[in-house]
């Protein structure tokens, strides 16, 4: 069984156009995060949230929202997409909560394309 | 920014020994030395990580030095399966919050060669 999923794996759009991102969890974590890796590979944290907080990355501009539904989905809200937002977006989780976690399971990836 | 610093990229020969440096001269006494990798398309994989004493599992070994200023990652016999971006991170523990969040840098792109 797939430990964290995310749908679509890809996703063409235009300039403009809202879309969602899906993500859930099946391995009963407290803590889940949004990844984005660009063109040049670089991989960086845009959210982590728990059932407590939700920590933004302060770089992220306001057009990218996370919605939880309940604690095994994080999805990824983002409103009139840009150019620059084409890239490879990934969700994690980890155990978090009272437990310490060294660990972050990832999913596999969502390839969003701008055009 | 990362706090490590790692060759970025490196060769080994298949069933030999694959040992990936990481330099982290800054790190504090609280955090750890993790390591993920990236095989091609798809999402970091966590791999191994350590406080102060080496640490072994069935996927590699992680040699910290004394000072904890740098780190050796190990893969006993590699295999082209191996083949990925290894990324060295230094973080705190995570108790879900924003202590912990893992910083990636640009990794070691290991190549395995038949």
């Known amino acids: 069984d797939t430990a964290v999923s995310q749908t679509p794996k890809y996703l063409v759009t235009q300039m403009g156009n809202d879309k969602s991102i899906k993500c859930e969890q099946n391995?009963?974590?407290?803590?889940m995060y949004w990844y984005k890796q660009d063109s040049k590979k670089f991989l960086k944290i845009m959210f982590s949230?728990?059932?407590?907080?939700?920590?933004i990355n302060e770089t992220v501009p306001n057009r990218f929202s996370p919605k939880s539904p309940d604690k095994a989905h994080l999805n990824l809200h983002i409103n009139s997409l840009e150019l620059g937002d084409s890239a490879v977006y990934f969700c994690?989780?980890?155990?978090?909560?009272?437990?310490?976690?060294?660990?972050?399971?990832f999913g596999p990836g969502t390839r969003l394309t701008v055009t | 920014d990362a706090k490590t610093t790692q060759p970025t990229s490196m060769d080994c020969a298949e069933g030999r020994a694959a040992n990936l440096p990481c330099n982290h001269s800054?790190?504090?006494?609280?955090?750890?030395v993790y390591w993920y990798r990236q095989i091609h398309s798809q999402g970091p994989q966590y791999i191994i990580h350590?406080?102060?004493n080496n640490e072994t599992n069935e996927m590699a070994s992680l040699i910290i030095t004394e000072d904890r200023k740098s780190s050796t990652l190990i893969l006993p016999h590699a295999t082209l399966r191996d083949t990925a971006v290894y990324y060295c991170?230094?973080?705190?523990?995570?108790?879900?919050?924003?202590?912990?969040?893992?910083?990636f840098g640009k990794g070691t792109k290991l190549s395995v060669k038949p």
């Open positions: 994690a989780s980890s155990q978090g909560g009272q437990a310490p976690s060294y660990e972050q399971y």
């Open positions: 391995l009963g974590h407290d803590t």
């Open positions: 949230y728990n059932n407590k907080e939700l920590i």
């Open positions: 800054t790190i504090s006494g609280n955090e750890y």
């Open positions: 350590g406080l102060k």
């Open positions: 991170i230094v973080s705190r523990m995570n108790y879900g919050g924003s202590q912990g969040n893992l910083i």
